[in-house]
């Protein structure tokens, strides 16, 4: 039976719970993370769980902190459960919970701004160009269509917001609130890390047209990767033999219940706020077919959980 997670409730200190996300204390220096099944979309978590989703998510991003290492280090420790067990003993009781969707991680302080680099002109980027011929209040080529390939990919910073939708800022904004020097740092390894995604996804297949990273620093200074790593979640993930400049593209991602709220909104059946819709079940089996599919592409392997 697949066991589909709603909400964790762990005996450890709860840190945070977010959309898809519980944060729990483990020690001064380590966290453990837990990937829910929920799934939320136009800021709006929805009331049913997405099969699979949280361990996508979470093996996901090991398979790309462990591909990313050299160019800047992760806040991964481990996301194996008896390793996680091992460290964490009174979690024993709990393996339903965490199997194959927690992470332990090293603690850090996070920085505000989401790195978001884009190497193609889509969602909201596409959005403010079509208004103003701009990204982030800054200029760009005049004549692109929607899902045109920027070349070279641009860092594209973002505020992070608790609730609602995340803000596009300049560049500019990051270095007067972070400095210049951790600034271009930021947009140097940003741009590195996506770079990297981007060759190897693309022998997969699959086109990572955006993605975001968050950073944070340690006890001691150091600027670590954190939160997750090139998931279908923090990315629009194209099959590149569908893709076609002038139009939206297909995408490995929560597509299908997009599709269907903005069905109902249209009809005037949801007005977009909470309380959610009730969901049909072949739009949730459609984003579970669809997560594990971009895991299956981009891995090579079989989902590891039950």
């Not at 945070?16 to 979309?41: F, P, T």
Request: hydrophobic share 40%.
């Amino acid at each position: 039976m697949t066991v589909k997670l709603t909400e964790s409730d762990l005996p450890l200190p709860l840190i945070r719970r977010g959309k898809v996300r519980e944060v729990y204390e483990v020690d001064d220096s380590h966290l453990l993370l837990v990937a829910s099944d929920r799934v939320s979309a136009f800021d709006v978590v929805m009331n049913e769980p997405v099969a699979y989703k949280g361990a996508v998510l979470t093996q996901m991003s090991a398979y790309w902190f462990d591909r990313l290492g050299d160019i800047i280090r992760s806040h991964f420790v481990t996301a194996d459960t008896e390793e996680i067990i091992a460290r964490v003993p009174q979690l024993a009781d709990h393996r339903a919970t965490i199997d194959g969707r927690s992470t332990l991680a090293h603690r850090t302080d996070p920085l505000s701004f989401e790195c978001v680099v884009r190497g193609y002109i889509s969602g909201s980027a596409w959005a403010e160009y079509k208004d103003t011929g701009t990204l982030a209040g800054e200029p760009l080529a005049q004549g692109m269509v929607e899902s045109e390939k920027l070349d070279p990919a641009i860092f594209s910073p973002a505020t992070k917001a608790e609730t609602g939708h995340d803000e596009n800022v300049t560049f500019g904004t990051v270095c007067e609130s972070l400095g210049t020097e951790l600034a271009e740092r930021l947009k140097e390894t940003s741009l590195a890390l996506y770079e990297r995604g981007r060759q190897i996804a693309a022998e997969k297949g699959i086109i990572i047209a955006d993605t975001k990273f968050e950073f944070g620093t340690t006890a001691t200074g150091e600027l670590l990767l954190i939160d997750e790593a090139l998931t279908p979640d923090s990315s629009r993930f194209w099959p590149a033999d569908r893709y076609q400049a002038g139009k939206g593209q297909p995408s490995f991602d929560k597509q299908p219940l997009r599709d269907h709220l903005a069905v109902l909104k249209k009809a005037g059946k949801w007005a977009g706020s909470p309380p959610p819709p009730p969901l049909p079940e072949e739009v949730i089996d459609a984003m579970s077919d669809r997560y594990l599919d971009a895991y299956m592409r981009i891995t090579g392997e079989s989902l590891k959980v039950k």
